[in-house]
C-alpha cells in the first residue's frame, strides 16, 4: 500500500463513497426514529492509529459499536460506534420510549440485540449504496456488537491494515441531531483493507499512480 | 512528582520510580511488561500482532509484533542497566471483542498474540509472573516499577491489581 500514489481525487472519491452510502444509512435511521436526522460531510483521513482513537474521544471512552467484516471484492471493516449516552437514547427511542441502560456492564439482552439490529440496518445501507456506487459485489458479515473502550474495539479494525502500514485510511461520517446540531450522535467509520483501494478506485475509472 | 509514561499502540518506553508506565485501550492487543525488580527498572510494549513474519511491506515498526517489540524492550532494559536474570514479566490484553460464529484466523489474533507473547517471553528465559489475558472486555494497564503491581481496568469487569 503505497499512500503516495493517493491523489486529492482519490480522496474525494472515498469521501463519495462516506457521503452516499451514510446519507442512506442516516436515512434509514431516521425511518427508524420517525425524527429528523442530520450528518456532517464525511472526513476522510489518512492517519495514524493513535489519531483514529482520538476520533471518538480518546481510547478509554467508552462507546457502544457494530462492528462487521466486508466481504466480497473490495473487503474491509465497517464500525458503527455511538458515546454511550446517545446509544441509551437511540435505543429507549426505539423500544418505545423506554429508559436503557448501557453502562456498567448492566445492559439488558434486549438492548444489546436492538442495537445490534440498529448496526445491521444503517451498515447494511451503506454497504449497498457503495455496492450500487462502485458496481463491486459487497456483502456484509454478521454483526458483532461491544460496549467497551473505543482503543480496544477500534483496533480490531486495523489487523489487515496494520500488516502493510502504520496509517490507515478513514472514511468517517458523523451524525447529529437536526435539533441540536453539534451533538454527535454517533460515528460510522469505513476502513478498507489495503488492497482494496485499488479495486475501489478502478472500478470508479480512476486508477492509482 | 511521579509522572505516567504512556505507551501508544505498537509502542515501547521504559520507566522508572517514582514514575508509572501506561497503555489505554488494550483489545486484542497485548500489553507486555518486563521488570528489574532489584534494579527498579521496568519497561512496557503493546504488542499488535503475533509474528513479524506477517509483515507485508518494507518498512517495520518493531513496536508492533510480539517477536520483535519484546526482543527490542528486552535489549532496552539491559542497555539501562536491568540484569537478565533478574528479568520478569507481567502481561495482559489478548482479548476477543467481538464474538464471531464464522471465525477466520484474522478473528482469533487476540489469542494468537498471546501464545506469541508467551513463546517469545521463554525464548529469551523470562518467567511470566502473573497474566490477565482473554476474555471479552478491553483493558487499560498501569504498571508501577516501585511495588511491581499492575493495575487493570476493564469496562464491564472492573478493576483488579495483579
Same mark, same amino acid.
Given at each position: 500500500?503505497?499512500?503516495?500514489?493517493i491523489? +486529492?481525487?482519490?480522496?474525494?472519491i472515498?469521501? !463519495?463513497?462516506?457521503?452516499?452510502?451514510?446519507?442512506?444509512?442516516?436515512?434509514?435511521?431516521?425511518? %427508524?426514529?420517525?425524527?429528523?436526522?442530520?450528518?456532517?460531510?464525511?472526513?476522510?483521513?489518512?492517519?495514524s492509529? !493513535?489519531?483514529?482513537?482520538e476520533?471518538?474521544?480518546?481510547?478509554?471512552?467508552?462507546?457502544?459499536?457494530?462492528?462487521?467484516?466486508?466481504?466480497?471484492?473490495?473487503?474491509?471493516c465497517?464500525?458503527?460506534?455511538?458515546?454511550? !449516552?446517545?446509544?441509551?437514547?437511540?435505543?429507549g427511542?426505539?423500544?418505545? @420510549?423506554?429508559?436503557?441502560?448501557?453502562?456498567?456492564?448492566?445492559?439488558s439482552?434486549?438492548?444489546?440485540? *436492538?442495537?445490534?439490529?440498529?448496526?445491521?440496518?444503517?451498515?447494511?445501507?451503506?454497504?449497498?449504496?457503495?455496492s450500487?456506487? $462502485?458496481g463491486?459485489?459487497?456483502?456484509?458479515?454478521? +454483526?458483532?456488537?461491544?460496549?467497551?473502550m473505543?482503543?480496544?474495539?477500534l483496533?480490531?479494525?486495523?489487523?489487515?491494515?496494520?500488516?502493510?502500514?502504520?496509517?490507515a485510511?478513514?472514511?468517517?461520517t458523523?451524525?447529529?441531531?437536526?435539533?441540536?446540531?453539534?451533538? =454527535?450522535?454517533?460515528?460510522?467509520?469505513?476502513?478498507? #483493507?489495503?488492497?482494496?483501494?485499488?479495486?475501489?478506485?478502478?472500478?470508479?475509472?480512476?486508477?492509482?499512480? | 512528582?511521579?509522572?505516567?509514561?504512556?505507551?501508544?499502540?505498537?509502542? &515501547?518506553?521504559?520507566v522508572t520510580? +517514582?514514575?508509572t508506565?501506561?497503555? $489505554? @485501550?488494550?483489545?486484542s492487543? =497485548?500489553?507486555?511488561? &518486563?521488570?528489574?525488580?532489584?534494579?527498579?527498572?521496568?519497561?512496557? *510494549?503493546?504488542? %499488535?500482532?503475533p #509474528?513479524?513474519?506477517?509483515?507485508?511491506s518494507a518498512? %517495520?515498526?518493531?513496536?508492533?509484533y510480539?517477536?520483535?517489540a519484546?526482543?527490542?524492550?528486552? #535489549?532496552?532494559l539491559?542497555k539501562? /542497566?536491568? &540484569?537478565?536474570?533478574?528479568?520478569k514479566?507481567?502481561?495482559?490484553? /489478548?482479548?476477543?471483542?467481538?464474538q464471531?460464529?464464522? @471465525?477466520?484466523?484474522?478473528?482469533?489474533? @487476540? +489469542?494468537?498474540? =498471546?501464545?506469541s507473547?508467551?513463546?517469545?517471553?521463554?525464548q529469551?528465559?523470562?518467567?511470566?509472573? $502473573?497474566?490477565? =489475558?482473554?476474555?471479552?472486555?478491553?483493558?487499560?494497564?498501569?504498571?508501577?516499577? !516501585?511495588?511491581?503491581?499492575?493495575?487493570?481496568k476493564?469496562?464491564?469487569?472492573? $478493576?483488579k491489581v495483579?
Amino acid at each position: 500500500m503505497d499512500f503516495t500514489k493517493i491523489t +486529492p481525487i482519490h480522496l474525494d472519491i472515498l469521501r !463519495e463513497i462516506g457521503n452516499i452510502g451514510a446519507g442512506h444509512a442516516a436515512t434509514a435511521l431516521s425511518t %427508524m426514529l420517525n425524527k429528523a436526522v442530520d450528518m456532517k460531510v464525511p472526513s476522510v483521513k489518512i492517519i495514524s492509529f !493513535e489519531e483514529i482513537t482520538e476520533m471518538v474521544g480518546g481510547s478509554e471512552n467508552i462507546v457502544a459499536s457494530v462492528f462487521l467484516r466486508i466481504v466480497g471484492d473490495a473487503p474491509g471493516c465497517m464500525f458503527f460506534m455511538l458515546p454511550i !449516552e446517545q446509544a441509551e437514547h437511540l435505543l429507549g427511542d426505539l423500544l418505545g @420510549g423506554q429508559t436503557v441502560q448501557l453502562a456498567e456492564g448492566e445492559y439488558s439482552e434486549m438492548a444489546l440485540s *436492538a442495537l445490534q439490529e440498529v448496526g445491521n440496518i444503517l451498515s447494511g445501507s451503506y454497504l449497498t449504496s457503495f455496492s450500487d456506487f $462502485t458496481g463491486l459485489n459487497l456483502q456484509p458479515s454478521v +454483526p458483532a456488537t461491544s460496549i467497551d473502550m473505543a482503543g480496544a474495539i477500534l483496533s480490531f479494525g486495523l489487523f489487515e491494515i496494520s500488516t502493510v502500514s502504520d496509517y490507515a485510511i478513514v472514511i468517517d461520517t458523523a451524525f447529529t441531531d437536526m435539533k441540536k446540531h453539534d451533538e =454527535v450522535k454517533g460515528h460510522f467509520f469505513l476502513l478498507p #483493507d489495503p488492497e482494496s483501494f485499488s479495486k475501489i478506485f478502478n472500478a470508479l475509472g480512476v486508477p492509482m499512480g | 512528582m511521579s509522572e505516567i509514561v504512556k505507551v501508544g499502540i505498537a509502542d &515501547i518506553d521504559l520507566v522508572t520510580p +517514582p514514575d508509572t508506565i501506561r497503555t $489505554t @485501550g488494550l483489545g486484542s492487543c =497485548v500489553g507486555v511488561i &518486563i521488570f528489574d525488580d532489584r534494579k527498579k527498572i521496568a519497561g512496557m *510494549a503493546h504488542v %499488535m500482532l503475533p #509474528d513479524s513474519s506477517l509483515i507485508k511491506s518494507a518498512s %517495520m515498526n518493531i513496536g508492533k509484533y510480539a517477536d520483535t517489540a519484546i526482543e527490542a524492550l528486552y #535489549d532496552m532494559l539491559i542497555k539501562k /542497566g536491568a &540484569i537478565a536474570k533478574n528479568l520478569k514479566a507481567k502481561i495482559a490484553g /489478548g482479548a476477543q471483542m467481538f464474538q464471531f460464529t464464522s @471465525g477466520s484466523e484474522m478473528m482469533r489474533i @487476540g +489469542p494468537r498474540n =498471546v501464545e506469541s507473547v508467551k513463546h517469545q517471553l521463554n525464548q529469551l528465559n523470562v518467567p511470566i509472573i $502473573t497474566s490477565d =489475558v482473554g476474555g471479552s472486555s478491553g483493558r487499560t494497564i498501569e504498571f508501577d516499577p !516501585e511495588s511491581t503491581r499492575l493495575t487493570i481496568k476493564t469496562v464491564n469487569a472492573g $478493576t483488579k491489581v495483579i
